[in-house]
Structure formats: C-alpha cells, structure tokens
C-alpha cells in the first residue's frame, strides 16, 4: 500500500497559519483522492477536508471552511493543506490519507481511505 508522510506541523499562535505536505514515498498521488483528518487527545478522528483524484473538486468540514485550502501539485506529488486564522480548536494530530481514484464521496468516513500517514502534531496557543 501507499505510505504518506505528513510534513508541516508545529507551534502557532492563535490567528497565525501553517501549510501541511502530505506526499507519498513511491506512488504517484495524482491517482488518489486525499482526505485530511484530524484527532485531538480524547476525540474522535474528524475529518477535516478532501480533494478528488478525478476533477480536483474540495470538501470541507464547516468548522474550517473558509479558513482552510486543501490543494494538489502533481509536479511535486503532494497534496498541501493551508491553515490560515488558526484557533486553539484547530489542535489535534493530522493525517493525511489517500484512496485510490476516489472522489470525496464518503468523505468524511475514513472507512475507503486505506493508505495514512503518520501524524503530524499541530498545535495553536498562545
């Protein structure tokens, strides 16, 4: 299966942004929807956003809409995710998965995204 490493994370002050790199280590991304989701300690896994393989489109959750971009560079075989006005809500461990020619449509169900990444921890505070 594909391996994704989840790059970008960190400490931020509330209001500030961070961008997030999910890339595989071998396959080509560009075959894969990716959905990014996120977990805060004692939380359930949420899923945050997801871009399609086939025509691009975005999904977002409403509590980052507006806030966040999920984008896809082919070129570099990455999918990005810019988190601008970042809110101490906004912490949580995200992951980065990818399923195969999908398109979004059970996003944000993780149950058809079979390939994760690792985590990266983001964490908004003062």
């Known amino acids: 299966q594909v391996q994704l490493v989840e790059s970008g994370g960190g400490l931020v002050q509330p209001g500030g942004s961070l961008t997030l790199s999910c890339a595989p280590s071998?396959?080509?991304?560009?075959?894969?929807?990716v959905g990014w989701f996120r977990q805060a300690p004692g939380k359930e896994r949420e899923g945050v956003s997801c871009?399609?393989?086939?025509?691009?489109?975005?999904r977002y959750d409403d509590s980052v809409k507006d806030r966040f971009t999920i984008s896809r560079d082919n070129e570099k075989n990455t999918v990005y995710l810019q988190m601008n006005s970042l809110k101490p809500e906004d912490t949580a461990v995200y992951y980065c998965?990818?399923?195969?020619?999908?398109?979004?449509?059970?996003?944000?169900?993780?149950?058809?995204?079979?390939?994760w990444g690792q985590g990266t921890q983001v964490t908004v505070s003062s």
């Open positions: 998965a990818a399923d195969l020619w999908g398109d979004c449509s059970t996003w944000p169900q993780a149950s058809e995204f079979g390939s």
């Open positions: 071998r396959w080509t991304l560009g075959y894969y929807a």
């Open positions: 871009i399609s393989s086939t025509d691009g489109t975005t």
